[in-house]
């Protein structure tokens, strides 16, 4: 059994390619939340076109969005797929930071450790997928640097994986953008953020796969 937890670029990958999969040989959990990821306190995000983001009343923290996900359940790998809205402002003690702002970035770090150190309590295997690149058309929501803003959510993730240890770490980026973050595959026309329907199906295998390597 395979738990992925995250936000909404998860959350619609298995939701458009879900159906894809084999259920004899895969078992697949949906714990993800869109527009949610599951951050604790749930601090208030900022798009690039300063809109400030608003989270849905389901998004509590993965303090208490976890725990029923894996209640009663024997969870081989749990995956956290989570990043992409850490790309944005958020706002802490107050103020907003970006991902690369030492306030942001260290928040952040002990937030996922302590995610990971949950998992690890309740799965036999426990992964961490790093987030791609979004396209330039994403700025309904990504501001102008967000490769640059990108980068450091991805060191900040991998550090956070080191931190903890036996964290299996997944780049989402070998499968979307494997030439590069300047050359990613055409699969996310529709919002430069998301996987499009149609290619779904392909990139949940692929994530499946490695998560269960």
Known sequence: MVVVLGDSVPNWLVRDGGHALDPAE???????????????????????????VTLPPTCTGWRTQYPPVFAGRDVEVAALVVGTGAVLDRKLDGSFHGPCDPVARDWYRADVEARLTYLHDHADRVALVLPAWAEDWSGWVNPSDHVARTDCVRTTLRAAAAAVGKVTVVDLAD??????????????????????????????RWLVTRLLA
């Open 26 to 52: 895969v078992s697949l959990v949906d714990g993800t939340s869109e527009g949610c990821d599951g951050a604790e306190g749930s601090p208030t995000g900022r798009a690039g076109t300063g809109t400030v």
């Open 175 to 204: 499968e979307l953008c494997p030439q590069g973050r300047d050359a990613c595959q055409p699969v996310r026309e529709t919002d430069g953020v998301h996987i499009d329907p149609d290619d779904a199906p392909e990139v949940l």
